[in-house]
């Protein structure tokens, strides 16, 4: 399996497949371009799943027939392929067979003998020197005996860990085959929810329709309408629609309920029945089988450490008695050991190996052998297991299959009811309309009302701004008019004035019914809109107060300054927008808006279609909203208090200022002398020339200087200027835009805001008190002061407009100044931020070269780690390529050793080896030769008693070859021999079969008969006479013959006993009803015979014997093969 691509990188690897069904894994080498249509091939092939059969799962994606490898980023180290065979998840699938393991047979050696590995020792004098050859090879014996279990032991062991492995990749195919069912489970269980959640608002919200279908019915039949919209045909609300109609419909929508409602509930048992097969799939694992096998395998290992150990003392007890036998051999036996005492301590140590090694290793291999057993155990567990549980899976996926189709069937289901159920909701929604229709009556009484109100407020301030333009146009006419002639001011068009504006509504909203706000609960009662109205009116009045306050009202009140409406409604009393009937058209406004929101929302708003948390919920946060609107009502009602009490206070100190300054102008009105005129204008002129250095003093712009004059200065002025009724006349003029600025202009306290509070007050009570001092009547003044009081009042005059033009510049220059001073501030706070940024930026940079510097910190900490660890395993691969060597010198040494000479040298070949490496390996160093030596050491051994073993066997061929010739010999001549007595036995037989019987006749015997002198046929005997042979018998053996032949041989089929009596009499008769028959069913090769004894036979005597003797009538059949001649006649 490789690829044909010969550009690019392409990632090679072995891909790893797992089979569900046994557990059994492959590895298949092949690359990204390999298709998974060859794998199912290989797999088909190694496995015997067929490719129709097979489903290829990689982390819960199924693999393609025609896709590449590389679609599944495959292969990789880190991704398997489940392999699971659908034929075994159908429901009639067989279940799996049992699991057959197959262990190799590893026998015993043979006992050992003398004769077939003879010891030099064998022929000493010494009984102890010839035991020590019998002892080596008893030793040895049990080495090898030993060895063989123990390779048993590690054979079942291996078994042991492969049916463990092969159960964890069972596990692992369950694991991917129940997250592929609960990923199909849960989207298939969140559309259960969901459907079952839309369904049960649904039901209730019908079976609440059809519940009250009755008394929605009574109330719109009790609710009349208006006396206005009542016609012979409309009375109540119920007369809107037909009244049959709907009764018809109620009953077509309670039939169709009932029976979704029987659908739904089968729906619901068939989805429980699979949620519970869901959940108890996902309940079963098999990990406690695996569980069980491994703490099975990890207490067995403690006899495998045995085994081990006894091993290792056998090895050492043969080594030892071979170490014995080849010093005996050489001499070389210490003076202080002699051969008996070698025997009698090689005594117990043979008891030891016969009595307990072998028996605790045959022990051992039992319980490894048991162990066996339990594995094959629970992996047939596991087999069924998975058998069963891939057979749900795939029940279940096709029963989300078939709930999944079941799915769009009852949302169209869904649909069709919330459709038939839509007609008879108009029960429901009719109430709630007829008072939403009443409240929006209401609510445009009072908008039209507040609409009115605005538009008349609208036409008085533009009047009071066209007279306060008119005022300043003639005020503008009066002082140029004296330097510019008139007509060039009218060709200027300067005498112009601006026309009256005249704000004019149509009427509309003439035809709205009489209801007023009272009305409402009168003709359309509360109870129309039933508990969802009064569940809705705290919800809406909560959480959509604000919206519809915006959205209802928005069109007439949004624009509207209530403040402005209400000081303008003093100041100019326009019927029907006093403050109080603004404030109640707005709140009537407002609260049938209200009402019109919770009728019209009160349909669509389904009670029944919430859950019970829900509604808690909701009826909570309503509480909170309503706790909360409370307790903001009662702040601001203490606000208004204490607005009003501040009000209250103010306007008792102006009342008070008012007062004082009253009495100080008729003051001032009693003297009435030219010096306190005079030093008026004195003290106004310094105090303006003080106002024009004091800038801080300058709040307005453009504003006439007199509104920042103290309070004396102004009465001076005030009392001065009433001396002259013509200027007094103008100076009203210029003064009184002025004066009523706070009620006409409103916009005018936006331009005295940065004014001190002291001030404020000032020049109010200045505007004030000059208003009053002007409207005032004038008393008539002497004549003697009329032309000096006219130049004065020219040069105040004059005095007042240099004042006021240099005013002007001043305040253009604070303009200037104060933008200057904004435009530095901005720049200042942009500098700011900018500096702020930059020391942010600057904070970070550090923190990030505090970072950097960390971390090369800790590069150079790991450079230096991985600098000692690259020249420790230099040093060690260094190590290990010297050790490498010197161990291919010696294998090289021990392949020339092997292939120098033929079977028979090969062992003394390898102890010569061994002794030259002994002699030539360092003790000190510590690269694995000595173990090599050993290993040389013991397979020179093992050669060597493989030799001698090969010689044994072949002596033993040879003897058991020629006792095999012998043994055939021999079987031969019994087999002649026998088939000899077989047919003489045969003879025998065949003639005892044809023998003529003589003695006491008995069934299926031959008897010859031959004529007597009365013409019967009587048999041949010796003690029995008197059988004589029946007529039938008689006639078949005679009829085909012309003449009776003296003899007649034939097989006895039927003997009749009978006794010879006297004539018939009435005894006789008695006694043949007391005659006993015998009657005996026999088979045989010609037929079916029966033997008759009868006794008492009323017969005659055909044979002329005396009465009372008894005789036998034969019946016989003709022999096969056999000719009857006839003698001739004589």
Same mark, same amino acid.
């Given at each position: 399996?490789?690829?044909?691509?010969?550009?690019?990188?392409?990632?090679?690897?072995?891909?790893?497949?797992?089979?569900?069904?046994?557990?059994?894994?492959?590895?298949? /080498?092949?690359?990204?371009?390999?298709?998974?249509?060859?794998?199912?091939?290989?797999?088909?092939?190694?496995?015997?799943?067929?490719?129709?059969?097979?489903?290829?799962?990689?982390?819960?994606?199924?693999?393609?027939?025609?896709?590449?490898?590389?679609?599944?980023?495959?292969?990789?180290?880190?991704?398997?392929?489940?392999?699971?065979?659908?034929?075994?998840?159908?429901?009639?699938?067989?279940?799996?067979?049992?699991?057959?393991?197959?262990?190799?047979?590893?026998?015993?050696?043979?006992?050992?003998?003398?004769?077939?590995?003879?010891?030099?020792?064998?022929?000493?004098?010494?009984?102890?020197?010839?035991?020590?050859?019998?002892?080596?090879?008893?030793?040895?014996?049990?080495?090898?005996?030993?060895?063989?279990?123990?390779?048993?032991?590690?054979?079942?062991?291996?078994?042991?860990?492969?049916?463990?492995?092969?159960?964890?990749?069972?596990?692992?195919?369950?694991?991917?085959?129940?997250? /592929?069912?609960?990923?199909?489970?849960?989207?298939?269980?969140? /559309?259960?929810?969901?459907?079952?959640?839309?369904?049960?608002?649904?039901?209730?919200?019908?079976?609440?329709?059809?519940?009250?279908?009755?008394?929605?019915?009574?109330?719109?039949?009790?609710?009349?309408?208006?006396?206005?919209?009542?016609?012979?045909?409309?009375?109540?609300?119920?007369?809107?629609?037909?009244?049959?109609?709907?009764?018809?419909?109620?009953?077509?929508?309670?039939?169709?309920?009932?029976?979704?409602?029987?659908?739904?509930?089968?729906?619901?048992?068939?989805?429980?029945?699979?949620?519970?097969?869901?959940?108890?799939?996902?309940?079963?694992?098999?990990?406690?089988?695996?569980?069980?096998?491994?703490?099975?395998?990890?207490?067995?290992?403690?006899?495998?450490?045995?085994?081990?150990?006894?091993?290792?003392?056998?090895?050492?007890?043969?080594?030892?008695?071979?170490?014995?036998?080849?010093?005996?051999?050489?001499?070389?036996?210490?003076?202080?050991?002699?051969?008996?005492?070698?025997?009698?301590?090689?005594?117990?140590?043979?008891?030891?190996?016969?009595?307990?090694?072998?028996?605790?290793?045959?022990?051992?291999?039992?319980?490894?052998?048991?162990?066996?057993?339990?594995?094959?155990?629970?992996?047939?567990?596991?087999?069924?297991?998975?058998?069963?549980?891939?057979?749900?899976?795939?029940?279940?996926?096709?029963?989300?299959?078939?709930?999944?189709?079941?799915?769009?069937?009852?949302?169209?289901?869904?649909?069709?009811?919330?459709?038939?159920?839509?007609?008879?909701?108009?029960?429901?929604?009719?109430?709630?309309?007829?008072?939403?229709?009443?409240?929006?009556?209401?609510?445009?009484?009072?908008?039209?009302?507040? @609409?009115?109100?605005?538009?008349?407020?609208?036409?008085?301030?533009?009047?009071?701004?066209?007279?306060?333009?008119?005022?300043?146009?003639?005020?503008?006419?009066?002082?140029?008019?004296?330097?510019?002639?008139?007509?060039?001011?009218?060709?200027?068009?300067?005498?112009?004035?601006?026309?009256?504006?005249?704000?004019?509504?149509?009427?509309?909203?003439?035809?709205?019914?009489?209801?007023?706000?009272?009305?409402?609960?009168?003709?359309?009662?509360?109870?129309?809109?039933?508990?969802?109205?009064?569940?809705?009116?705290?919800?809406?009045?909560?959480?959509?107060?604000?919206?519809?306050?915006?959205?209802?009202?928005?069109?007439?009140?949004?624009?509207?300054?209530?403040?402005?409406?209400?000081?303008?409604?003093?100041?100019?009393?326009?019927?029907?927008?006093?403050?109080?009937?603004?404030?109640?058209?707005?709140?009537?406004?407002?609260?049938?808006?209200?009402?019109?929101?919770?009728?019209?929302?009160?349909?669509?708003?389904?009670?029944?279609?919430?859950?019970?948390?829900?509604?808690?919920?909701?009826?909570?946060?309503?509480?909170?909203?309503?706790?909360?609107?409370?307790?903001?009502?009662?702040?601001?009602?203490?606000?208004?208090?204490?607005?009003?009490?501040?009000?209250?206070?103010?306007?008792?100190?102006?009342?008070?200022?008012?007062?004082?300054?009253?009495?100080?102008?008729?003051?001032?009105?009693?003297?009435?002398?030219?010096?306190?005129?005079?030093?008026?204008?004195?003290?106004?002129?310094?105090?303006?020339?003080?106002?024009?250095?004091?800038?801080?003093?300058?709040?307005?712009?453009?504003?006439?200087?007199?509104?920042?004059?103290?309070?004396?200065?102004?009465?001076?002025?005030?009392?001065?200027?009433?001396?002259?009724?013509?200027?007094?006349?103008?100076?009203?003029?210029?003064?009184?835009?002025?004066?009523?600025?706070?009620?006409?202009?409103?916009?005018?306290?936006?331009?005295?805001?940065?004014?001190?509070?002291?001030?404020?007050?000032?020049?109010?009570?200045?505007?004030?008190?000059?208003?009053?001092?002007?409207?005032?009547?004038?008393?008539?003044?002497?004549?003697?002061?009329?032309?000096?009081?006219?130049?004065?009042?020219?040069?105040?005059?004059?005095?007042?407009?240099?004042?006021?033009?240099?005013?002007?510049?001043?305040?253009?220059?604070?303009?200037?100044?104060?933008?200057?001073?904004?435009?530095?501030?901005?720049?200042?706070?942009?500098?700011?931020?900018?500096?702020?940024?930059?020391?942010?930026?600057?904070?970070?940079?550090?923190?990030?070269?505090?970072?950097?510097?960390?971390?090369?910190?800790?590069?150079?900490?790991?450079?230096?780690?991985?600098?000692?660890?690259?020249?420790?395993?230099?040093?060690?691969?260094?190590?290990?390529?010297?050790?490498?060597?010197?161990?291919?010198?010696?294998?090289?040494?021990?392949?020339?050793?092997?292939?120098?000479?033929?079977?028979?040298?090969?062992?003394?070949?390898?102890?010569?080896?061994?002794?030259?490496?002994?002699?030539?390996?360092?003790?000190?160093?510590?690269?694995?030769?000595?173990?090599?030596?050993?290993?040389?050491?013991?397979?020179?051994?093992?050669?060597?008693?493989?030799?001698?073993?090969?010689?044994?066997?072949?002596?033993?061929?040879?003897?058991?070859?020629?006792?095999?010739?012998?043994?055939?010999?021999?079987?031969?001549?019994?087999?002649?021999?026998?088939?000899?007595?077989?047919?003489?036995?045969?003879?025998?037989?065949?003639?005892?079969?044809?023998?003529?019987?003589?003695?006491?006749?008995?069934?299926?015997?031959?008897?010859?008969?031959?004529?007597?002198?009365?013409?019967?046929?009587?048999?041949?005997?010796?003690?029995?006479?008197?059988? @004589?042979?029946?007529?039938?018998?008689?006639?078949?053996?005679?009829?085909?013959?012309?003449?009776?032949?003296?003899?007649?041989?034939?097989?006895?089929?039927?003997?009749?006993?009978?006794?010879?009596?006297?004539?018939?009499?009435?005894?006789?008769?008695?006694?043949?009803?007391?005659?006993?028959?015998?009657?005996?069913?026999?088979?045989?090769?010609?037929?079916?015979?029966?033997?008759?004894?009868?006794?008492?036979?009323?017969?005659?005597?055909?044979?002329?014997?005396?009465?009372?003797?008894?005789?036998?009538?034969?019946?016989?059949?003709?022999?096969?093969?056999?000719?009857?001649?006839?003698?001739?006649?004589?």
């Amino acid at each position: 399996m490789s690829s044909n691509a010969s550009s690019g990188v392409v990632q090679v690897g072995k891909l790893l497949v797992l089979i569900a069904e046994n557990g059994q894994s492959y590895k298949l /080498n092949c690359d990204e371009y390999t298709l998974v249509d060859a794998v199912q091939q290989f797999l088909e092939s190694v496995s015997g799943i067929p490719i129709s059969d097979q489903l290829l799962l990689c982390l819960d994606v199924k693999l393609e027939l025609h896709c590449p490898l590389s679609t599944y980023k495959l292969p990789s180290d880190d991704r398997e392929v489940i392999l699971f065979n659908k034929a075994k998840m159908r429901s009639n699938a067989p279940p799996p067979l049992p699991e057959q393991v197959d262990m190799i047979d590893i026998p015993d050696p043979p006992l050992p003998s003398s004769n077939h590995d003879p010891h030099p020792l064998d022929d000493a004098t010494d009984p102890a020197l010839k035991a020590l050859p019998s002892y080596e090879r008893r030793f040895r014996f049990h080495f090898q005996r030993g060895h063989s279990i123990y390779n048993r032991s590690q054979m079942r062991t291996e078994i042991c860990e492969r049916l463990l492995l092969e159960q964890k990749v069972q596990e692992r195919a369950l694991g991917i085959a129940r997250g /592929n069912l609960d990923h199909y489970y849960g989207m298939i269980l969140q /559309n259960y929810n969901d459907f079952l959640k839309c369904y049960s608002q649904q039901y209730r919200s019908h079976s609440n329709l059809l519940t009250n279908f009755g008394r929605d019915i009574e109330k719109l039949r009790s609710c009349k309408l208006h006396p206005a919209l009542q016609t012979a045909n409309r009375k109540c609300l119920l007369d809107f629609v037909k009244e049959e109609n709907l009764r018809k419909l109620a009953e077509d929508c309670s039939g169709s309920h009932r029976q979704f409602e029987h659908k739904v509930s089968e729906f619901k048992l068939e989805f429980g029945e699979l949620e519970h097969n869901a959940k108890h799939l996902f309940s079963t694992k098999g990990s406690h089988l695996i569980r069980e096998v491994e703490l099975a395998i990890r207490d067995h290992q403690k006899y495998v450490s045995e085994q081990k150990s006894i091993m290792l003392a056998l090895s050492k007890d043969v080594d030892m008695v071979k170490k014995l036998v080849d010093d005996c051999l050489t001499d070389q036996l210490s003076s202080s050991l002699r051969p008996h005492d070698a025997v009698s301590a090689l005594g117990p140590m043979y008891e030891c190996h016969e009595k307990s090694y072998l028996p605790k290793m045959q022990a051992c291999d039992g319980a490894i052998s048991n162990l066996v057993e339990f594995c094959k155990d629970k992996k047939n567990e596991m087999n069924i297991l998975v058998h069963n549980y891939m057979q749900k899976v795939a029940y279940i996926q096709y029963t989300i299959k078939e709930i999944r189709c079941k799915f769009a069937v009852f949302q169209e289901a869904l649909r069709r009811q919330s459709d038939l159920f839509e007609h008879l909701k108009v029960v429901r929604g009719i109430g709630p309309a007829y008072r939403a229709c009443l409240a929006e009556v209401v609510r445009r009484k009072a908008a039209m009302k507040l @609409y009115m109100g605005m538009a008349g407020q609208l036409a008085e301030r533009l009047a009071t701004k066209r007279e306060a333009e008119v005022r300043r146009r003639e005020e503008f006419l009066r002082v140029n008019s004296t330097f510019i002639p008139r007509d060039i001011l009218a060709s200027m068009g300067l005498y112009d004035t601006p026309n009256h504006c005249d704000v004019n509504i149509t009427p509309f909203d003439t035809k709205l019914l009489e209801v007023d706000i009272s009305d409402i609960d009168r003709y359309a009662p509360e109870y129309l809109l039933g508990k969802h109205g009064t569940l809705k009116s705290p919800l809406s009045m909560s959480n959509d107060g604000s919206q519809l306050a915006e959205t209802e009202i928005s069109d007439f009140s949004e624009n509207i300054d209530c403040e402005e409406l209400l000081q303008g409604s003093e100041v100019l009393d326009i019927a029907g927008t006093s403050k109080m009937e603004v404030e109640n058209a707005k709140l009537r406004a407002e609260l049938a808006s209200k009402i019109a929101f919770m009728c019209s929302t009160c349909p669509e708003f389904d009670y029944e279609s919430l859950d019970d948390s829900k509604i808690d919920s909701l009826l909570k946060e309503a509480r909170e909203k309503t706790s909360e609107a409370l307790h903001q009502k009662e702040e601001y009602e203490k606000h208004l208090q204490s607005m009003l009490k501040a009000k209250q206070i103010q306007c008792e100190s102006y009342e008070k200022r008012i007062q004082e300054l009253e009495q100080r102008l008729s003051d001032h009105y009693s003297q009435g002398n030219a010096h306190s005129a005079d030093e008026g204008v004195s003290n106004l002129t310094a105090s303006a020339v003080k106002n024009d250095d004091n800038k801080s003093d300058v709040s307005g712009v453009g504003e006439p200087h007199m509104l920042h004059m103290p309070a004396e200065v102004m009465d001076e002025v005030s009392s001065s200027s009433n001396i002259q009724p013509d200027n007094m006349a103008d100076s009203s003029g210029m003064l009184n835009p002025q004066l009523d600025s706070s009620m006409l202009d409103p916009h005018r306290d936006e331009e005295h805001e940065n004014l001190p509070v002291k001030d404020k007050k000032d020049m109010a009570l200045a505007t004030s008190s000059m208003a009053e001092s002007i409207s005032q009547p004038q008393t008539d003044m002497p004549s003697e002061v009329t032309a000096e009081q006219d130049s004065e009042a020219k040069a105040r005059e004059d005095l007042l407009l240099e004042l006021q033009g240099v005013l002007a510049d001043k305040s253009k220059l604070l303009d200037e100044s104060e933008s200057k001073v904004k435009s530095l501030t901005e720049e200042v706070a942009k500098l700011v931020r900018d500096l702020e940024i930059r020391g942010k930026l600057l904070d970070e940079s550090q923190m990030n070269c505090a970072y950097l510097e960390n971390c090369l910190h800790e590069a150079r900490e790991e450079a230096q780690t991985h600098l000692c660890a690259a020249d420790r395993r230099a040093s060690e691969y260094s190590s290990l390529r010297a050790s490498a060597v010197k161990m291919r010198s010696l294998f090289e040494r021990l392949r020339a050793c092997v292939l120098s000479g033929g079977v028979a040298s090969l062992a003394e070949s390898l102890r010569a080896l061994s002794q030259s490496l002994a002699n030539s390996i360092n003790e000190k160093e510590f690269d694995g030769s000595a173990e090599f030596l050993e290993c040389i050491r013991v397979l020179a051994d093992k050669v060597g008693a493989l030799s001698r073993h090969r010689a044994e066997l072949v002596d033993k061929c040879s003897k058991v070859d020629a006792a095999n010739k012998q043994v055939s010999k021999e079987l031969e001549e019994k087999k002649e021999l026998v088939n000899t007595l077989y047919k003489k036995h045969q003879h025998e037989k065949q003639a005892n079969k044809e023998k003529i019987s003589f003695g006491r006749l008995e069934v299926h015997e031959i008897a010859a008969f031959v004529l007597n002198a009365t013409g019967n046929y009587e048999a041949i005997n010796r003690n029995c006479p008197r059988y @004589y042979l029946s007529a039938e018998s008689v006639a078949l053996f005679t009829d085909h013959l012309p003449n009776r032949p003296s003899y007649i041989v034939g097989l006895v089929v039927h003997i009749e006993r009978q006794t010879v009596r006297a004539s018939p009499s009435t005894s006789s008769v008695r006694a043949d009803h007391d005659r006993d028959r015998l009657d005996i069913m026999l088979t045989s090769d010609t037929g079916t015979s029966r033997l008759s004894l009868n006794s008492g036979s009323t017969t005659n005597n055909p044979y002329g014997l005396p009465v009372g003797c008894e005789y036998f009538v034969v019946t016989v059949a003709m022999l096969p093969n056999t000719t009857i001649h006839s003698p001739p006649p004589s």
